[in-house]
C-alpha cells in the first residue's frame, strides 16, 4: 500500500505543478524551469541514495 501512494504521488506530482505554477500566472518556461530544476536535483541525490541503500542494512529484497 506504502508503495502504490509513493508511486502515485511521485507520477502525479508533475502534473500538480503544473497547474500549480500555471494558476500563479507562470507560462511554458516557469513549468520547463521548474522540471529541470527538480531533475537535476534528482540526478544529484541519485547516487547519494544508491551509496547509502547498499550500505545500511535493510530487508534485501
Known amino acids: 500500500m506504502a508503495r502504490t501512494a509513493s508511486v502515485l504521488g511521485t507520477t502525479t506530482a508533475p502534473a500538480g505543478l503544473a497547474f500549480a ?24 541525490v541519485i547516487p547519494i541514495a544508491r551509496v547509502l541503500a547498499d550500505r545500511l542494512p535493510g530487508s534485501g529484497s
Do not use: D, P
Open 21 to 44: 505554477l500555471i494558476a500563479v500566472g507562470g507560462g511554458a518556461t516557469a513549468i520547463g524551469v521548474v522540471t529541470t530544476v527538480s531533475l537535476l536535483i534528482f540526478l544529484a
